[in-house]
């Protein structure tokens, strides 16, 4: 069952921007913490970055700090990543997340969607 779906995806060159979009489909979530993650093709999933639910809590994975801001819409229900100065070793499957508590680990967050591709040209 998906609860998540983000949406932005897509091709783009080093040095360019991309926004990302989370909405949630079948039901809200009110009070969550929303969390984005990446995954590289025969990499690990790894933390990018978290927004707490007021949106006055962020915290960023070192590797994006600075290029990436994460940011939430709860009128429309919509968490962001607004992604600059890409590069290459930005290229993943980007997924959204929702949980309880601002962390970075994986199994604290109980609702996923199913990814979206980005990949970034040399």
């Known amino acids: 069952q998906v609860h998540l779906v983000e949406s932005g995806g897509g091709l783009v060159q080093a040095g360019g921007s991309l926004r990302l979009s989370c909405a949630p489909s079948g039901r809200t979530f009110s009070g969550y913490v929303m969390g984005w993650f990446r995954q590289a093709p025969g990499k690990e999933r790894e933390f990018v970055a978290v927004?707490?639910?007021?949106?006055?809590?962020?915290y960023y994975a070192d590797a994006v700090k600075g290029r990436f801001t994460i940011s939430r819409d709860n009128a429309k229900n919509t968490v962001y990543l607004q992604m600059n100065s890409l590069k290459p070793e930005d290229a993943a499957v980007y997924y959204c997340a929702a949980g309880r508590v601002v962390v970075t680990t994986q199994s604290a967050y109980h609702y996923w969607g199913q990814g979206t591709q980005v990949t970034v040209s040399s």
């Open positions: 927004i707490s639910w007021s949106g006055d809590s962020t």
